[in-house]
């Protein structure tokens, strides 16, 4: 009877251990690449971070049209695709609001033309502006700039794994761009009207200014026109934490038409998710 007893009691605390230690021993903790304590999920290996990206940019500009330099402020949202060779590939909505001022150029006006024409100038006077005519013709102004660029559609590539501190990326999309553009004369020069429209005001497409009446009611000012083009760039993606990057880029804009070349370099504040 005591080898019995002894047997069944052994039996007992072996069916307790067992399923303690398979419970010890359960499916293991979902999948995370860490690298000098920089645990990072792409891509959902382990249904952690998704791999997504918004960032906001800020930095110089170099504007079509021979506008020269400005600034630009950018923001986008990386959405991953899927995995590329040596990295991943994201689709990419990129939206830039560019705004600059040109140095001063010559025009010449032909609606003051005849205008100079209509309060009876001959045609001599008419061209030469004041003090022979009214209204000038030929003068000094500066452009004013606003770009508006939407990319509805982009694919960015990164190169390097999740856990790499620094990665470099290229990118590249179509764009809608916005351009809305005026000309501010650099002197009122009008005999008529002095410092008021129709042309000493910010002329509209070089020619006259807008109503006043327009203008007191808040009316933007300017000459706007839709464009379709495209933009490349590249950069590098400094990584601070899990969730935080620092990003250094340069991107390239062509536009539909003549000297609608658009550059900036921006540099970019990533959040990641």
Known sequence: MPLIRAAALAAISLSLAVPGRAQETGPPPAGEEKDAGLGVHELLPGIGKLGAQVGFSLGPSWNPYRVGRGLAAAAYVDLPVLHAPGGKLSYELLVTLSDAESAPFTITDPVAFVANLAAGAPPEAALAGPPLAPFPVRREVRTRLRLLQVSPFGFKYTYGPATARLRPYAAAGVDVV???????????????????????????????????????????????????????????????????????????TALEGPNARLHALTSTLGVHW
């Open 178 to 252: 916005v351009v809305i553009t005026s000309q501010t004369p650099e002197r009122d020069e009008s005999l008529l009207f002095t410092g008021q429209a129709p042309f000493d005001d910010p002329l509209i497409a070089g020619l006259i200014a807008q109503a006043p009446e327009l203008t007191q009611l808040g009316y933007p000012t300017g000459q706007g026109d839709l464009r379709i083009g495209g933009h490349v760039g590249g950069g590098v993606e400094l990584r601070l934490g899990a969730s935080l990057s620092l990003n250094a880029d340069y991107r390239f």
